[in-house]
């Protein structure tokens, strides 16, 4: 194999690609990169079993071939070759890295031990535009699970009906956000994982540009400029949200959104490092005194609001309710209460795609 490239469009393609090297695995391919010249363009591969990254790049092919490389090694070198053009060819020892009057080699791995992953998925199609599909992820994957407890729940569920309709939760809250399908093969419900959904963001553009999803058994599969995304998906059975969430609440609170965001913010600096990270709302017909109170000092003030409905106190993880109101959009934003123990959610004012419930803290003092 012999080709010349690029260094920038290299750098950048290896950057892509190594996100799906494994890391600590028994099986040194897995951590590898499989590098393939043909015709006029080189393919970058990558897989860790779960998630896999294809990205191809234009290069003026000599010799063609497969070699499969040492994915971090290789992504961190061709990192600083970025303003260089670029000589790769392969040897009996391995593969030679030529640039400028300088070179270096690395050790390699027969292109035939790299796993065969199938690009074949297109028994079910889903069209969105570019810009919807990244704001539903961006609104949800941050609320997935982070442990392996419940291994279904480090996913999202999406549901292609007659819009699509994200659902993600961590048992302590859970986000849902929804948009609209421009065209599809039928209707279908999956769990993807919420690392291979933030991989996917990172190739989409905030635009109206259509990109198609492709599912097949137990399989995604989506493309966009070069780059082409498979992943596994989870088995299991997602908790339904229509249980969790409530159909109606004794209190309602309209916010200003930057207003309550900055005074939770100041509110969480006096507990940062505490388990709880706990706030408190007193909710008044006068307004809402957002407080905490740790051993280092404690915050108390006063955040105008409109409630509508009973008074209550309430405490929360101010993270969670930081992270939900970020993800809002509006100027104004809507918190519905059913009392001081039970689950609340977060909405905008008047766009109603996305839903945050947070499971409240009791507070024993």
């Known amino acids: 194999m012999k080709f010349v490239c690029d260094g920038l469009s290299l750098s950048e393609a290896v950057m892509k690609v190594s996100k799906a090297c494994a890391v600590r695995t028994t099986a040194p391919v897995m951590e590898c990169i499989k590098l393939g010249a043909d015709r006029e363009e080189i393919t970058l591969f990558a ?48 593969m030679d890295i030529r640039y400028r009057d300088s070179g270096t080699s690395m050790q390699t791995i027969d292109a035939e031990e790299f796993p065969k992953i199938d690009l074949e998925i297109g028994e079910n199609y889903f069209v969105l535009k570019q810009g919807n599909l990244k704001k539903v992820i961006a609104d949800t994957v941050f ?30 809250r859970l986000a849902v956000s929804s948009t609209e399908i421009l065209s599809k093969s039928g209707e279908r419900s999956i769990v993807c994982p919420a690392r291979t959904l933030s991989e996917i963001s990172k190739l989409l553009n905030e635009d109206d540009k259509d990109v198609t999803v492709y599912t097949q058994g137990g399989m995604l599969m989506m493309s966009n400029e070069g780059t082409v995304i498979v992943s596994r998906l989870y088995q299991g059975d997602f908790i339904k949200k229509e249980n969790v969430i409530p159909a109606k609440f004794s209190t309602n609170v309209k916010f200003g959104r930057q207003e309550l965001t900055a005074s939770v913010e100041r509110a969480a600096i006096l507990i940062r490092g505490d388990k709880n990270n706990l706030i408190t709302f007193d909710v008044e017909h006068g307004g809402v005194s957002v407080s905490s109170a740790s051993e280092i000092g404690a915050v108390a003030e006063k955040v105008g609001a409109e409630v509508d409905g009973a008074e209550l106190k309430i405490s929360m993880n101010a993270k969670f309710l930081l992270d939900a109101l970020r993800a809002l959009s509006e100027d104004e934003v809507v918190i519905s209460f059913n009392g001081a123990i039970s689950p609340f959610i977060l909405q905008n004012n008047t766009q109603k795609e996305s839903l945050y419930l947070i499971l409240p803290v009791r507070n024993a003092s």
């Open 47 to 94: 897989t860790d079993g779960e998630l896999s990254i294809q990205k191809k790049v234009k290069a003026e092919v000599f010799e063609s071939g497969e070699i499969c490389v040492p994915g971090k090694l290789f992504s961190d070198f061709v990192s600083k070759l970025a303003g260089e053009e670029v000589c790769i060819s392969t040897t009996d020892k391995g």
């Open 143 to 172: 609320c997935c699970a982070q442990d392996d407890a419940r291994p279904v729940l480090k996913g999202c569920l999406l549901e292609f009906k007659d819009k699509l309709e994200v659902t993600a939760l961590d048992g302590y």
